[in-house]
């Protein structure tokens, strides 16, 4: 059994798509995100995935509008070259830099500060270490680009929180853009750190009703703090939702449902850990403007404001009128980009 990093050796010898294949597949593929109403994106998939985009967006055949990461190997690439967070046209963008700083919850590899309450002998990995984590921060902001950092455990959440301490006291510290990608399990003394070092909680809800019985297994009570959308907001940290595609469906309109309800077929009565349910006014925020923000591009959409981009979405019933369990049931009628019906029923 490969875990993390152990099976990048294996990796290297799977077959990997041309670039023709790429392409074929985001024009097949962006039209599927379209019709579940998603007019924007952030792609973390790498280089093969930002050429592919590159080639529809020199045909004038890209329907979306892309914030493309860049993987840690390509950094010093990156920057070479000169390519910065933002940099590009209004539907392709340079993103951010995508680390890693620990596992997944379901292989035990998320890094916990607490053994796992069914592996007692297990702390999960932590795939950096704090100088190294600090170094390429430090690295990415005097080359301009931001840093989203995958992190499930509670221990991976405060390494990325301790590094960011450091590279905010630095010059121009503060203007970096620094995300944590997942954020599934946070200790009760992190949660402030967020808002106070400007750091993003880039989080999936529909994460929190796929794992939900896992985590009940894995981390025990420990799960009041378990995917603590409430929590953040209401310590004023900047949330963000996405869905983690293709972990998840890409339909933020299940999202929604799961931020609501904290639930999975009307299960668990009530909600998982109810207490940490959002409004819909809150979760669609945080889908729409939120999201937006977290790649520094709230001031051009994000949100249906005068100045703003058109992009947009009809749906089929008002969000805030039905009963929250009736929220999956909601369908995308009609989406709008750039100001054209790109999408109808």
Same mark, same amino acid.
């Given at each position: 059994?490969?875990?993390?990093?152990?099976?990048?050796?294996?990796?290297?010898?799977?077959?990997?798509?041309?670039?023709?294949?790429?392409?074929? !597949?985001?024009?097949?593929?962006?039209?599927?995100?379209?019709?579940?109403?998603?007019?924007?994106?952030?792609?973390?998939?790498?280089?093969? !995935?930002?050429?592919?985009?590159?080639?529809?967006? !020199?045909?004038?055949?890209? =329907?979306?509008?892309?914030?493309? =990461?860049?993987?840690?190997?390509?950094?010093?690439?990156?920057?070479?070259?000169?390519?910065?967070?933002?940099?590009?046209?209004?539907? &392709?963008?340079?993103?951010?830099?995508?680390?890693?700083?620990?596992?997944?919850?379901?292989?035990?590899? %998320?890094?916990?500060?607490?053994?796992?309450?069914?592996?007692?002998?297990?702390?999960?990995?932590?795939?950096?270490?704090?100088?190294?984590?600090?170094?390429?921060?430090?690295?990415?902001?005097?080359?301009?680009?931001?840093?989203?950092?995958?992190?499930?455990?509670?221990?991976?959440?405060?390494?990325?929180?301790?590094?960011?301490?450091?590279?905010?006291?630095?010059?121009?510290?503060?203007?970096?853009?620094?995300?944590?990608?997942?954020?599934?399990?946070?200790?009760?003394?992190?949660?402030?750190?967020?808002?106070?070092?400007?750091?993003?909680?880039?989080?999936?809800?529909?994460?929190?009703?796929?794992?939900?019985?896992? %985590?009940?297994?894995? +981390?025990?009570?420990?799960?009041?703090?378990?995917?603590? +959308?409430?929590?953040?907001?209401?310590?004023?940290?900047?949330?963000?939702?996405?869905?983690?595609?293709?972990?998840?469906?890409?339909?933020?309109?299940?999202?929604?449902?799961?931020?609501?309800?904290?639930?999975?077929?009307?299960?668990?009565?009530?909600? +998982?850990?109810? %207490?940490?349910? &959002?409004?819909?006014?809150?979760?669609?925020?945080?889908?729409?403007?939120?999201?937006?923000?977290?790649?520094? &591009?709230?001031?051009?959409?994000?949100?249906?404001?005068?100045?703003?981009?058109?992009?947009?979405?009809?749906?089929?019933?008002?969000?805030?009128?039905?009963?929250?369990?009736?929220?999956?049931?909601?369908?995308?009628?009609?989406?709008?980009?750039?100001?054209?019906?790109?999408?109808?029923?």
């Amino acid at each position: 059994m490969l875990l993390e990093a152990a099976a990048d050796a294996v990796r290297v010898l799977a077959d990997r798509p041309t670039l023709q294949a790429s392409v074929r !597949a985001v024009r097949e593929g962006q039209h599927d995100l379209l019709r579940a109403g998603v007019t924007a994106l952030h792609n973390l998939e790498g280089a093969l !995935a930002f050429g592919a985009l590159q080639v529809l967006e !020199a045909e004038g055949a890209l =329907g979306l509008r892309v914030s493309a =990461g860049i993987a840690r190997g390509d950094l010093d690439a990156a920057a070479q070259v000169g390519l910065r967070t933002g940099y590009g046209s209004r539907r &392709l963008r340079v993103g951010l830099l995508k680390l890693f700083a620990d596992g997944a919850l379901g292989s035990g590899t %998320a890094a916990m500060l607490e053994p796992y309450a069914d592996e007692p002998a297990e702390h999960g990995l932590l795939t950096l270490t704090l100088d190294e984590l600090i170094g390429l921060l430090r690295q990415a902001r005097d080359a301009g680009i931001g840093v989203a950092t995958h992190a499930i455990g509670d221990a991976a959440v405060r390494l990325v929180l301790d590094a960011a301490e450091v590279a905010r006291v630095d010059a121009d510290g503060r203007d970096q853009i620094l995300r944590i990608e997942h954020a599934q399990l946070i200790h009760p003394e992190d949660l402030p750190r967020f808002v106070r070092l400007g750091v993003v909680a880039s989080v999936q809800p529909l994460h929190a009703t796929s794992d939900m019985q896992v %985590a009940d297994r894995r +981390w025990g009570d420990r799960c009041q703090t378990a995917y603590p +959308w409430r929590a953040l907001l209401d310590a004023r940290a900047h949330l963000a939702f996405g869905t983690d595609c293709p972990v998840e469906p890409p339909q933020p309109l299940l999202g929604l449902h799961a931020a609501v309800t904290r639930q999975r077929d009307g299960e668990p009565p009530g909600g +998982w850990y109810p %207490a940490q349910r &959002l409004t819909v006014e809150e979760a669609i925020r945080t889908y729409t403007l939120g999201s937006a923000e977290a790649a520094g &591009l709230g001031h051009e959409h994000g949100s249906v404001s005068p100045g703003k981009l058109a992009d947009l979405v009809v749906l089929s019933d008002d969000p805030h009128a039905i009963p929250r369990e009736e929220l999956a049931h909601l369908e995308v009628v009609t989406t709008i980009f750039d100001g054209e019906i790109v999408y109808s029923v």
